[in-house]
Protein backbone atom coordinates (compact mmCIF):
# COMPACT_ATOMS: atom_id res chain seq x y z
CA UNK A 1 0.00 0.00 0.00
CA UNK A 2 1.26 3.27 -0.86
CA UNK A 3 0.14 6.84 0.70
CA UNK A 4 1.28 9.90 -0.90
CA UNK A 5 0.74 12.55 1.63
CA UNK A 6 1.85 16.09 1.17
CA UNK A 7 1.62 17.74 4.74
CA UNK A 8 -0.28 20.95 4.25
CA UNK A 9 1.02 24.00 6.59
CA UNK A 10 -1.46 23.91 8.69
CA UNK A 11 -0.70 20.78 9.70
CA UNK A 12 0.88 19.83 13.53
CA UNK A 13 3.52 17.32 13.41
CA UNK A 14 2.79 14.34 15.78
CA UNK A 15 5.93 12.11 15.44
CA UNK A 16 8.09 14.30 18.50
CA UNK A 17 5.30 14.20 20.79
CA UNK A 18 5.08 11.60 23.52
CA UNK A 19 2.29 9.70 23.75
CA UNK A 20 -0.31 9.67 26.85
CA UNK A 21 0.21 6.21 27.68
CA UNK A 22 2.59 3.24 26.55
CA UNK A 23 -0.65 0.90 26.74
CA UNK A 24 -1.48 3.01 23.48
CA UNK A 25 1.60 3.22 21.05
CA UNK A 26 0.74 4.59 17.58
CA UNK A 27 3.69 2.46 15.75
CA UNK A 28 2.29 -1.03 17.62
CA UNK A 29 -1.49 -0.02 16.78
CA UNK A 30 -0.80 0.67 13.00
CA UNK A 31 1.08 -2.78 12.81
CA UNK A 32 -1.61 -4.67 14.26
CA UNK A 33 -4.08 -3.01 12.03
CA UNK A 34 -1.73 -3.73 9.15
CA UNK A 35 -1.72 -7.59 9.76
CA UNK A 36 -5.53 -7.36 10.30
CA UNK A 37 -5.43 -6.14 6.72
CA UNK A 38 -7.55 -3.51 7.48
CA UNK A 39 -5.40 -0.56 7.64
CA UNK A 40 -6.23 0.96 4.34
CA UNK A 41 -10.29 1.31 5.32
CA UNK A 42 -8.82 2.99 8.17
CA UNK A 43 -6.45 5.20 6.74
CA UNK A 44 -9.27 8.48 6.26
CA UNK A 45 -9.58 8.19 9.82
CA UNK A 46 -6.28 8.58 10.60
CA UNK A 47 -5.86 11.92 9.02
CA UNK A 48 -4.04 10.59 5.94
CA UNK A 49 -6.42 12.10 3.23
CA UNK A 50 -5.84 14.31 0.51
CA UNK A 51 -4.82 17.96 1.96
CA UNK A 52 -7.57 20.39 0.97
CA UNK A 53 -10.24 18.04 1.06
CA UNK A 54 -9.17 17.92 4.82
CA UNK A 55 -8.42 21.19 5.16
CA UNK A 56 -12.14 22.14 4.12
CA UNK A 57 -13.91 19.49 5.89
CA UNK A 58 -12.15 19.89 9.51
CA UNK A 59 -13.23 23.62 8.88
CA UNK A 60 -16.84 22.49 8.37
CA UNK A 61 -16.55 20.40 11.59
CA UNK A 62 -15.31 23.82 13.77
CA UNK A 63 -18.45 25.44 11.98
CA UNK A 64 -20.81 24.85 15.35
CA UNK A 65 -23.22 27.41 15.89
CA UNK A 66 -22.05 31.04 17.58
CA UNK A 67 -21.92 31.41 20.93
CA UNK A 68 -21.83 34.67 22.62
CA UNK A 69 -20.01 35.67 26.32
CA UNK A 70 -18.87 38.39 27.98
CA UNK A 71 -15.08 37.53 28.56
CA UNK A 72 -14.30 37.55 32.22
CA UNK A 73 -11.62 40.21 32.82
CA UNK A 74 -10.05 38.17 35.45
CA UNK A 75 -8.97 35.30 33.19
CA UNK A 76 -8.72 37.05 29.95
CA UNK A 77 -4.71 37.65 29.18
CA UNK A 78 -2.28 34.93 29.80
CA UNK A 79 1.92 35.21 28.65
CA UNK A 80 1.30 33.76 25.14
CA UNK A 81 -0.58 34.10 21.64
CA UNK A 82 -4.05 32.52 21.70
CA UNK A 83 -3.54 29.08 19.34
CA UNK A 84 -5.11 29.15 16.30
CA UNK A 85 -8.65 27.53 16.28
CA UNK A 86 -7.70 25.44 13.21
CA UNK A 87 -4.68 23.75 14.99
CA UNK A 88 -6.33 22.99 18.19
CA UNK A 89 -9.27 21.76 16.37
CA UNK A 90 -7.48 19.11 14.22
CA UNK A 91 -5.29 17.91 17.38
CA UNK A 92 -7.05 16.54 19.86
CA UNK A 93 -6.62 13.50 22.59
CA UNK A 94 -10.21 11.81 22.46
CA UNK A 95 -9.72 7.91 23.05
CA UNK A 96 -12.69 7.15 22.22
CA UNK A 97 -12.09 7.64 18.70
CA UNK A 98 -8.98 6.62 18.03
CA UNK A 99 -5.51 6.91 19.69
CA UNK A 100 -3.65 9.42 17.18
CA UNK A 101 -4.16 13.33 17.53
CA UNK A 102 -6.65 13.09 14.24
CA UNK A 103 -10.06 12.25 15.81
CA UNK A 104 -11.41 15.32 14.69
CA UNK A 105 -13.39 13.16 11.54
CA UNK A 106 -14.09 10.44 13.23
CA UNK A 107 -15.48 12.27 16.43
CA UNK A 108 -18.18 13.60 14.17
CA UNK A 109 -20.07 9.83 15.26
CA UNK A 110 -20.68 11.47 18.74
CA UNK A 111 -24.45 11.89 18.73
CA UNK A 112 -25.41 15.01 20.69
CA UNK A 113 -28.77 15.71 20.22
CA UNK A 114 -31.48 15.88 23.32
CA UNK A 115 -28.07 15.64 25.41
CA UNK A 116 -28.34 15.27 29.29
CA UNK A 117 -26.60 15.54 31.97
CA UNK A 118 -26.86 13.60 35.31
CA UNK A 119 -26.28 15.54 38.29
CA UNK A 120 -26.91 12.85 41.26
CA UNK A 121 -25.32 11.22 44.27
CA UNK A 122 -24.68 12.97 47.32
CA UNK A 123 -26.32 16.28 46.37
CA UNK A 124 -29.88 17.74 47.88
CA UNK A 125 -30.92 18.43 44.75
CA UNK A 126 -30.50 16.17 42.19
CA UNK A 127 -31.31 17.11 38.54
CA UNK A 128 -30.83 15.84 35.19
CA UNK A 129 -30.14 19.21 33.08
CA UNK A 130 -30.07 19.69 29.32
CA UNK A 131 -28.15 21.76 27.26
CA UNK A 132 -31.30 24.70 27.58
CA UNK A 133 -31.64 23.90 31.09
CA UNK A 134 -27.90 24.76 31.74
CA UNK A 135 -27.73 28.00 29.82
CA UNK A 136 -30.49 29.45 31.82
CA UNK A 137 -29.81 28.23 35.09
CA UNK A 138 -25.68 29.27 34.38
CA UNK A 139 -24.97 32.40 32.92
CA UNK A 140 -22.05 31.61 30.71
CA UNK A 141 -18.94 34.13 30.35
CA UNK A 142 -15.37 33.69 28.49
CA UNK A 143 -12.36 32.34 29.93
CA UNK A 144 -8.76 32.56 28.25
CA UNK A 145 -6.75 29.71 29.46
CA UNK A 146 -3.27 27.78 29.11
CA UNK A 147 -4.13 24.39 28.48
CA UNK A 148 -1.21 21.65 29.07
CA UNK A 149 -1.17 18.26 28.00
CA UNK A 150 0.77 15.43 30.13
CA UNK A 151 2.05 14.55 26.87
CA UNK A 152 4.05 18.18 27.15
CA UNK A 153 2.53 19.96 24.42
CA UNK A 154 0.71 22.91 25.28
CA UNK A 155 -2.07 26.01 23.53
CA UNK A 156 -4.34 28.70 24.93
CA UNK A 157 -7.65 28.19 24.16
CA UNK A 158 -11.16 30.52 24.96
CA UNK A 159 -13.44 28.74 26.28
CA UNK A 160 -16.64 29.74 26.96
CA UNK A 161 -19.10 27.68 30.04
CA UNK A 162 -19.62 28.83 33.73
CA UNK A 163 -17.77 28.36 36.40
CA UNK A 164 -18.03 24.52 38.31
CA UNK A 165 -18.86 26.30 41.77
CA UNK A 166 -22.18 27.62 40.38
CA UNK A 167 -23.26 24.25 40.03
CA UNK A 168 -22.04 22.94 43.60
CA UNK A 169 -23.93 26.03 44.86
CA UNK A 170 -27.20 24.76 42.82
CA UNK A 171 -27.29 20.82 43.83
CA UNK A 172 -25.99 21.41 47.18
CA UNK A 173 -23.35 18.60 48.09
CA UNK A 174 -24.04 16.90 51.45
CA UNK A 175 -21.57 17.20 54.50
CA UNK A 176 -21.05 13.26 53.31
CA UNK A 177 -19.80 14.33 49.99
CA UNK A 178 -16.25 14.55 49.37
CA UNK A 179 -15.39 14.12 46.01
CA UNK A 180 -16.78 14.55 42.27
CA UNK A 181 -16.82 12.21 39.35
CA UNK A 182 -17.43 12.75 35.42
CA UNK A 183 -18.34 10.41 33.28
CA UNK A 184 -17.96 10.89 30.01
CA UNK A 185 -19.92 9.41 26.81
CA UNK A 186 -19.81 6.26 26.17
CA UNK A 187 -21.51 3.67 23.70
CA UNK A 188 -19.79 0.38 22.64
CA UNK A 189 -21.19 0.79 19.25
CA UNK A 190 -20.12 4.64 18.29
CA UNK A 191 -17.34 5.32 20.91
CA UNK A 192 -15.52 2.15 20.61
CA UNK A 193 -14.42 2.39 17.45
CA UNK A 194 -12.32 -0.33 15.50
CA UNK A 195 -9.53 0.76 17.01
CA UNK A 196 -10.62 -0.96 20.38
CA UNK A 197 -11.65 -4.39 19.42
CA UNK A 198 -7.92 -5.09 18.42
CA UNK A 199 -6.64 -3.31 21.52
CA UNK A 200 -7.05 -4.41 24.96
CA UNK A 201 -10.00 -3.84 27.04
CA UNK A 202 -9.80 -0.51 28.63
CA UNK A 203 -11.65 1.17 31.35
CA UNK A 204 -14.37 2.38 29.58
CA UNK A 205 -16.01 4.63 30.54
CA UNK A 206 -13.82 7.52 30.20
CA UNK A 207 -13.98 8.83 34.16
CA UNK A 208 -12.18 11.68 36.03
CA UNK A 209 -12.26 13.40 39.32
CA UNK A 210 -11.44 16.04 41.76
CA UNK A 211 -11.78 16.72 45.31
CA UNK A 212 -14.90 19.07 46.24
CA UNK A 213 -12.52 21.56 47.23
CA UNK A 214 -10.81 21.79 43.59
CA UNK A 215 -14.61 21.61 41.89
CA UNK A 216 -15.30 24.73 44.50
CA UNK A 217 -11.93 26.58 43.24
CA UNK A 218 -12.46 29.99 40.89
CA UNK A 219 -10.50 28.25 38.23
CA UNK A 220 -12.53 25.00 37.69
CA UNK A 221 -14.66 25.46 34.80
CA UNK A 222 -17.66 23.78 32.51
CA UNK A 223 -17.09 24.64 28.76
CA UNK A 224 -19.62 24.55 26.48
CA UNK A 225 -18.16 26.34 23.75
CA UNK A 226 -14.71 27.47 22.42
CA UNK A 227 -13.74 30.39 20.07
CA UNK A 228 -16.68 32.33 20.02
CA UNK A 229 -19.18 29.02 19.15
CA UNK A 230 -20.63 25.71 20.42
CA UNK A 231 -17.68 23.27 21.21
CA UNK A 232 -17.26 21.31 18.10
CA UNK A 233 -17.30 17.38 18.63
CA UNK A 234 -13.80 16.83 18.71
CA UNK A 235 -13.07 19.12 22.11
CA UNK A 236 -16.12 16.86 23.97
CA UNK A 237 -19.25 18.83 22.82
CA UNK A 238 -21.85 19.58 24.44
CA UNK A 239 -20.28 20.08 27.67
CA UNK A 240 -16.41 18.85 29.16
CA UNK A 241 -14.53 20.17 32.46
CA UNK A 242 -11.52 22.25 31.94
CA UNK A 243 -8.90 22.57 34.65
CA UNK A 244 -6.09 24.54 33.31
CA UNK A 245 -3.63 23.75 36.65
CA UNK A 246 -3.78 20.16 36.31
CA UNK A 247 -3.08 17.89 33.08
CA UNK A 248 -5.32 18.00 30.19
CA UNK A 249 -6.21 14.47 31.17
CA UNK A 250 -8.46 15.37 34.05
CA UNK A 251 -10.67 17.66 31.85
CA UNK A 252 -13.09 14.84 30.71
CA UNK A 253 -14.92 15.50 27.17
CA UNK A 254 -18.46 14.88 26.34
CA UNK A 255 -19.78 14.48 29.98
CA UNK A 256 -23.09 12.72 30.34
CA UNK A 257 -22.70 12.08 34.69
CA UNK A 258 -21.90 14.43 37.63
CA UNK A 259 -22.10 12.08 40.81
CA UNK A 260 -20.73 13.15 43.98
CA UNK A 261 -19.04 10.62 45.85
CA UNK A 262 -17.97 10.25 49.14
CA UNK A 263 -14.67 8.33 48.51
CA UNK A 264 -12.30 9.32 45.78
CA UNK A 265 -13.53 7.80 42.80
CA UNK A 266 -11.31 5.35 40.05
CA UNK A 267 -10.66 7.22 37.06
CA UNK A 268 -9.66 6.27 33.45
CA UNK A 269 -6.41 7.09 33.47
CA UNK A 270 -5.16 6.35 36.93
CA UNK A 271 -6.89 2.77 36.44
CA UNK A 272 -4.86 2.18 33.70
CA UNK A 273 -1.63 3.53 35.35
CA UNK A 274 -1.61 4.93 38.82
CA UNK A 275 2.36 5.54 38.47
CA UNK A 276 2.17 7.70 35.05
CA UNK A 277 -1.38 9.47 35.59
CA UNK A 278 -1.55 10.27 39.89
CA UNK A 279 -5.18 11.24 40.53
CA UNK A 280 -3.99 14.74 41.70
CA UNK A 281 -2.55 15.41 38.24
CA UNK A 282 -1.13 19.47 38.75
CA UNK A 283 1.06 20.72 36.09
CA UNK A 284 4.11 20.52 38.19
CA UNK A 285 7.96 21.18 36.05
CA UNK A 286 9.73 19.51 38.65
CA UNK A 287 7.99 16.21 38.94
CA UNK A 288 8.96 14.35 35.50
CA UNK A 289 6.33 11.91 34.21
CA UNK A 290 8.66 8.29 34.02
CA UNK A 291 9.14 8.48 30.69
CA UNK A 292 9.80 12.27 30.40
CA UNK A 293 10.57 15.24 31.81
CA UNK A 294 7.81 18.04 32.29
CA UNK A 295 10.45 20.76 33.30
CA UNK A 296 9.37 22.72 29.47
CA UNK A 297 6.46 21.90 27.09
CA UNK A 298 6.13 22.42 23.10
CA UNK A 299 3.25 25.47 22.88
CA UNK A 300 1.19 25.16 19.66
CA UNK A 301 0.32 28.40 18.92
CA UNK A 302 -0.72 30.38 15.35
CA UNK A 303 -0.09 29.22 11.68
CA UNK A 304 1.70 29.54 9.49
CA UNK A 305 4.73 29.02 11.56
CA UNK A 306 4.07 25.67 13.47
CA UNK A 307 7.26 24.84 14.63
CA UNK A 308 6.62 24.14 18.42
CA UNK A 309 7.67 27.13 20.28
CA UNK A 310 9.59 25.66 23.34
CA UNK A 311 8.47 27.27 26.64
CA UNK A 312 9.81 26.74 30.38
CA UNK A 313 6.73 24.89 32.16
CA UNK A 314 5.17 26.71 35.22
CA UNK A 315 3.68 25.62 37.95
CA UNK A 316 0.56 24.90 38.59
CA UNK A 317 0.66 25.92 34.59
CA UNK A 318 0.92 29.52 36.04
CA UNK A 319 -2.39 29.54 38.09
CA UNK A 320 -0.36 29.38 41.75
CA UNK A 321 -1.89 32.26 42.88
CA UNK A 322 -5.81 30.61 42.74
CA UNK A 323 -4.66 26.78 43.56
CA UNK A 324 -1.25 26.20 45.29
CA UNK A 325 -3.50 26.98 49.07
CA UNK A 326 -5.41 23.78 47.86
CA UNK A 327 -2.13 21.76 48.39
N1 LIG B 1 -13.75 11.50 27.31
C1 LIG B 1 -12.48 11.87 27.13
N2 LIG B 1 -12.06 13.03 27.66
C2 LIG B 1 -10.77 13.43 27.47
C3 LIG B 1 -9.85 12.62 26.76
C4 LIG B 1 -10.33 11.40 26.21
O1 LIG B 1 -9.60 10.63 25.57
N3 LIG B 1 -11.65 11.07 26.40
N4 LIG B 1 -8.53 13.03 26.62
C5 LIG B 1 -8.03 13.97 27.62
C6 LIG B 1 -6.71 14.49 27.29
S1 LIG B 1 -5.41 13.43 27.50
C7 LIG B 1 -6.51 15.77 26.87
S2 LIG B 1 -4.96 16.39 26.63
C8 LIG B 1 -7.67 16.65 26.57
C9 LIG B 1 -7.57 17.18 25.15
O2 LIG B 1 -8.54 18.16 24.90
P1 LIG B 1 -8.65 18.85 23.46
O3 LIG B 1 -8.56 17.74 22.46
O4 LIG B 1 -9.93 19.56 23.44
O5 LIG B 1 -7.47 19.77 23.34
O6 LIG B 1 -8.92 16.00 26.74
C10 LIG B 1 -9.01 15.13 27.85
N5 LIG B 1 -10.37 14.64 27.99
MO1 LIG C 1 -3.48 14.77 27.52
Redesign the pocket.
Known amino acids: MTIIRVPKSWEIPERDVTP?SAYLNRRRFLKTLMRAGIGASLMPILGCEKGEEVNSKLAATLDTANLEAKRNPAFSEVDRPTTDRIL?GQY?????FGMTKSIWQAAQALPTEDWKVEVTGLVKNPRTYDLDDLQKAFPIEERIYR?R??EAWS?VIPWIGFPMKSLIAAVEPTDKAKFVRFI?YYDSKITVGPFWTLGQKLPWP?TEGLRLEEMANDLAFFAIGNYGHLLPK???SPI?AVLPWKY??K????IVKVDFVEAQPATFWNTIDSHEYDFEANVNPTKPHPRWSQATEKFISQGPDLKWKKRPTLPYNGYGEYVASLY
Open positions: EANNYYEFCVMSYQHGRGFGAKS
